[in-house]
């Protein structure tokens, strides 16, 4: 069974930093493109950034130079660094993968900036 459990949103101000993690079980992590989703109310989910196997990543334009994707195929985690974060990123936040042609989503993390 597919699992993604993601931690560490919170309140941070305009400017601030957060660092979100998500782990995974139920699949060979090593060898899957992960995927940072972020969801405000009445709009749909978008993709904020992701990182292949080989380690490769995208980001949304909105986040470029802002945040950093990564992921530690040991321990089965992918991280969102967020940095100079501004109160548009608000939003809750979802790890992603893309499983035997099905998506799994994890419970999601709120952040929320604002002074």
């Known amino acids: 069974q597919v699992r993604l459990v993601e931690s560490g949103g919170g309140l941070v101000q305009p400017g601030g930093s957060l660092r979100l993690s998500c782990t995974a079980s139920g699949i060979n992590f090593r060898l899957y493109t992960m995927n940072w989703y972020r969801q405000t109310t009445g709009k749909q989910r978008e993709l904020v950034a992701n990182?292949?196997?080989?380690?490769?990543?995208t980001y949304a334009d909105s986040v470029k130079g802002r945040f950093a994707i990564s992921r530690d195929n040991i321990r089965n985690t992918v991280s969102l660094q967020m940095s100079n974060l501004k109160p548009e990123d608000t939003a809750a936040y979802y790890c992603?993968?893309?499983?035997?042609?099905?998506?799994?989503w994890g419970q999601g993390t709120q952040v929320t900036v604002s002074s």
């Open positions: 992603n993968v893309q499983f035997r042609g099905s998506p799994y």
């Open positions: 990182i292949t196997s080989g380690h490769s990543t």
